[in-house]
């Protein structure tokens, strides 16, 4: 689906952004960072497209009955 491809994108920007003892980290500083890397996300990827693609494809996997559909 295509929100994986939203998350594994924030996913990967906290993996690049992790302190060096993430155990230290406080909420805050947490969701500090967390905020930051859905404000990158956001700039440097198409969510607009992501977005917009998705009833198209919601009608193509209900015309299949299910199962895996290409991008």
């Given amino acids: 689906m ?3 491809t939203a998350v ?8 690049v952004t992790t302190p060096a003892k993430p155990w230290d980290e406080t909420v805050e500083e947490f ?3 967390l905020k930051a890397a ?3 996300v956001n700039a440097h990827y198409n969510l607009e497209n992501l ?3 998705l ?3 919601l ?3 209900a015309d299949r009955e299910g199962g895996r559909i290409g991008k």
Avoid: D, S
Avoid at 8 to 15: I, Q
């Fill in 51 to 53: 977005q917009n693609e």
């Fill in 59 to 61: 009608v193509k996997l």
């Fill in 55 to 57: 009833p198209e494809r």
């Fill in 8 to 15: 594994a994108w924030l996913t990967n920007r906290l993996k």
């Fill in 31 to 33: 969701g500090t960072r």
């Fill in 2 to 4: 295509l929100h994986e």
């Fill in 38 to 40: 859905t404000e990158f």
